[in-house]
């Protein structure tokens, strides 16, 4: 039988926030080439949209969610 590795912590609203701002800095360029008119982007403007949307809601969730849980890894961590 393999040995399970061991968990990593990882910092999820941190890779949330790098990837939420990729997508801002893509929706701007899709709005500047747009504006433009070098480039017709106005779908590449509504998936740069909701690509953003979407990291936003990730890291409001991530917050809640490790605050949901940080009593009672407390908890735990009291009980040693």
Request: proline share 5%; aromatic share 10%.
């Amino acid at each position: 039988m393999t040995p399970v590795p061991p968990s990593v912590e990882i910092n999820h609203a941190l890779l949330f926030s790098i990837g939420t701002g990729l997508w801002g800095i893509a929706l701007a360029v899709m709005v500047v080439l747009d504006l433009a008119g070098i480039y017709q982007a106005r779908v590449w403007i509504w998936v740069c949209g909701a690509g953003l949307i979407l990291g936003i809601a990730a890291i409001i969730y991530s917050k809640f969610s490790w605050r949901a849980r940080q009593p009672s890894a407390q908890i735990n961590r009291d009980e040693r």
